[in-house]
């Protein structure tokens, strides 16, 4: 098979789909790698890496995917990209769909096959190819979060940690599951007064065995909500629904009780996101503000640390990229159901029903579409 990774195109966006070691792992198993020049560069890998690895340089993206089997991505494929995938072309990369009709329509109308990272699961009921960057989100969001904070940009002006005699920030983490637990760490490792909120007692009493008296759990109730988001200097939405658009858990109307200048990270915002007065930026223009409060929705917040990510997802993606290649997608996704779970997109068929019900399109089994 030949497999084929442009350059990211997306504002920003540093991350590349293949690492060399990836290339040269998919070389060793026959198959031919073709990567779109400085593709690697913002995560540190130059063309030389990959030609020393076996990889076949070209000049445009066009090349890439007019003479690619399989395109392996980052982030979703955007306008222009989307106009380049044809039929039987399969299409490996984040995609998500539900707030997005647009590309939803563009996929389904190219005939490819999308295969979404963020839908791929494993025997522990996870998202082994989205915790990944997952973790990178959590622990960037208190951050970038602080930095929302300084006076500069429009926050509070409130230090995480506090000095002797000034108390430090509170901080509302809202999620208990990857993201939110990574927030929690880092947010709570610099000084910073630390709430999690969820509505598993079985994911509460985890967190309080592992990270007792590192921060705080609560129920995710509305009353407890509203009462802890009054008190906060950040919050940190961290909610995630598999392939489904992100719920709205704080409106417009909450953001009056808040503290002037607090800060809000959404880190569901590829989702969507979960605040009601969300809308997804950039890294050139990160933060503005509703009502006194500051946001932060950058939708690829992994792709400030692009040399991090990129490593991760790597390791992360390689033994199902292999397996498509390897295999075919088809009978990939017939050998591992977890694979199967990813397939969103088939030959103008929408595959994911969570997708489907966000969007109001109809769905087709994914186990029928792998028999044929």
């Not at 000049?59 to 995917?65: K, L, M, N, P, R």
């Not at 002797?164 to 509170?170: K, M, T």
């Not at 397939?343 to 029928?368: C, E, F, M, R, W």
Request: net charge negative; charged share 15%; aromatic share 6%.
């Amino acid at each position: 098979m030949k497999i084929g990774c442009p350059k990211e195109i997306k504002p920003q966006e540093f991350r590349v789909g293949m690492t060399p070691n990836a290339a040269q792992e998919a070389i060793s198993h026959g198959h031919k790698v073709v990567i779109e020049t400085m593709a690697g560069t913002g995560s540190g890998f130059d063309d030389a890496a990959y030609v020393a690895a076996g990889a076949t340089i070209v000049q445009t993206a066009e090349e890439v995917f007019a003479t690619a089997d399989m395109i392996v991505k980052v982030k979703e494929p955007q306008a222009i990209e989307r106009k380049m995938l044809r039929e039987d072309q399969i299409l490996f990369t984040y995609l998500h769909l539900a707030p997005d009709p647009d590309q939803t329509h563009d996929l389904l109308a190219s005939g490819c096959t999308a295969i979404a990272y963020e839908t791929v699961t494993d025997r522990a009921g996870g998202l082994p190819l989205l915790a990944p960057m997952s973790e990178v989100a959590g622990k960037l969001a208190p951050q970038v979060g602080s930095w929302t904070l300084q006076k500069a940009n429009g926050g509070r002006g409130v230090l995480m940690g506090g000095v002797p005699g000034v108390g430090p920030a509170q901080i509302v983490v809202i999620g208990g599951g990857v993201v939110g637990t990574h927030a929690a760490r880092v947010a709570a490792g610099m000084g910073a007064d630390v709430t999690v909120l969820d509505r598993s007692l079985a994911r509460m009493r985890y967190l309080d065995d592992v990270f007792g008296g590192v921060f705080k759990t609560s129920y995710a109730s509305a009353g407890n909500t509203s009462e802890l988001i009054a008190q906060a200097d950040m919050v940190i939405g961290a909610v995630l629904v598999p392939g489904a658009a992100a719920p709205k858990l704080v409106s417009r109307a909450q953001l009056s009780i808040m503290k002037p200048g607090a800060a809000i990270v959404d880190v569901a915002i590829d989702q969507g996101g979960c605040f009601e007065t969300s809308h997804a930026t950039t890294h050139q223009d990160p933060i503005y503000e509703v009502d006194g409060i500051m946001h932060y929705c950058v939708a690829n917040m992994p792709g400030a640390v692009a040399r991090t990510s990129t490593i991760a997802l790597g390791n992360a993606t390689m033994p199902f990229l292999l397996a498509l290649a390897d295999k075919g997608w088809k009978q990939a996704c017939r050998d591992d159901e977890h694979l199967m779970n990813g397939l969103n997109v088939h030959a103008g068929q929408l595959t994911y029903y969570a997708v489907g019900k966000a969007l109001g399109i109809d769905v087709v089994s994914p186990q029928l579409v792998i028999k044929g």
